[in-house]
């Protein structure tokens, strides 16, 4: 009697399971699955080669698969690309595996925050909200109208290009550059 109940008001609000099923945004031409953890879904998005490459690299990819939450600000290969020139290939060396996993993990929020959240903690602090990352970065996120934008420690502006990409570890909102951090 439930199902049926849960069917009719599906139903009678014009939605079909292929529309439910659709509300996750596709990543880099690739459906993204609420049911996959964040490093499943990654490595089918055309989009985010780089940061899986990277992600291996750092030997982060146990922790992005594990329970979780996460947030992760998940940069695309054209914003790898807007680093300077032999950047990346200089941070998949193994000599440089610490100094990788240290942007990477600025990147990552121990927690789980759809974009509404972020914009609910934007409002309550006054226009911008600090956000602490696993690696120690602290972003300052602000927003106008629907764009979310993080200003990293080197007063670097990135915008999320597309929010609330659910996994089933926490979500991924793709941004458009590499999050670093600050200068030693």
């Keep these: 009697m439930f199902a049926k109940t849960i069917l009719a008001t599906v139903t009678g ?7 439910l099923l659709a509300a996750n945004p596709m990543v880099g031409g690739a459906p993204m699955y609420a049911d996959k953890t964040i490093v499943e879904n990654a490595v089918n998005s ?3 080669e780089t940061l899986v490459t990277a992600v291996k690299a750092a030997g982060l990819v146990e ?3 594990s329970d979780g939450p996460f947030t992760v ?3 695309t290969d054209k914003a790898f690309g807007m680093l300077r020139e032999g950047a990346v290939q200089k941070l998949l060396e193994p000599e440089h595996r610490d100094q990788l996993a240290r942007i990477l ?3 990552v929020v121990a927690a789980d ?3 509404g959240n972020i914009k609910g903690m934007i409002d309550d602090d006054g226009g911008m909200h600090e956000v602490p990352t696993v690696g120690g970065c602290t972003l300052k996120a602000t927003y106008k109208g629907d764009r979310i934008m993080l200003t990293d420690e080197r007063g670097r502006t990135i915008t999320v290009t597309t929010a609330d990409v659910e996994q089933s570890n926490g979500v991924i909102h793709v941004v ?3 999050i670093l951090p600050p200068r030693p």
């Design 13 to 19: 609000l014009g939605l079909t399971a292929g529309a």
């Design 46 to 48: 055309a989009d985010h």
């Design 63 to 65: 922790t992005l698969n």
């Design 73 to 75: 600000f998940a940069p």
């Design 105 to 107: 993990k600025c990147h």
């Design 113 to 115: 925050a759809m974009s």
């Design 176 to 178: 458009d550059k590499v």
